[in-house]
């Protein structure tokens, strides 16, 4: 086993029992991977007001900050369409509900703003924002969809785009000549090849992750890159650990290694058509392949 999975392995491991990672693996783009207590749509007594059940804090949520919480609840809420279209939020009342102060309230608004799901206007107040002004590709907007009513439009929905860009991106990496990027992805596919011999989801699903995202990056193309994100996001939402492939076994391996090979000889096509191998391995990809023209 060479170094680089050995310490992967190991620190992944670590994180999985909550102790602190030895070695780099601070140094990876990953995101953490998606746990039991996820905080889904709150539920609350049918007696209360819409805003006083809001001011249920989930203890899941501690960890995040006063705002990082008051984000997450008031954006689940929103999502999950607790807080329709055009609801006003006081900040006043948000800040005796969650008992939480008004620069905390202010900024956590100013964040789902920038997300689109919420607008503040002077004389009107801030309303929430229909759907179609929401930016659907923000990851914490991909997750609230993802583990709320939404669930499986949004998995059908990310596997259509990742049905569109990963092929696309496999192709235009070949024409990249980068070996050291190419040999993170070769060291990546031995990482989930010694993960699976193992039994060790989570370090596969990290392994895989990083292979997605860093395949997207190799592209050369900026505005792929930066929905290399989005493929993370798609790899979290489905389960925990999550993965590319539905049931990781050899022929999920052989298909990323088909892909490594292919961008070594610089043969696009043959990446391209590895890529759509992979993806059609996930049952939720397999429902949006497009079918055969009837001629």
Known sequence: MSTLAHTMMTAARAAEAGLPAPGGLDRYPYGEAPTADRVGPP??????TELGRMGRRSTSNRGRGLHGQLVQQLGQMIVSGDLGADRPLVPEEIGQRFEVSRTVVRESLRVLEAKGLVSARPNVGTRVRPVSDWNLLDPDIIEWRAFGPQRDDQRRELAELRWTIEPLAARLAAGHGREDAQQRLADMVEIMGHALAQGDALTFSRADTEFHSLLIQLAGNRMLEHLSGIVSAALQVSGAPA?????????????????????????????????????????????????PREH
């Open 43 to 48: 539920a609350w007594d049918a007696g209360e």
């Open 243 to 291: 993965i590319s492939c539905d049931r990781p076994g050899d022929s999920c391996l052989a298909h990323h290694a088909h892909i490594v090979e292919a961008l070594a000889t610089g043969d696009g096509p043959a990446a391209e058509a590895a890529m759509r191998q992979l993806l059609t391995i996930q049952p939720d990809v397999e429902r949006v392949v497009p079918a």
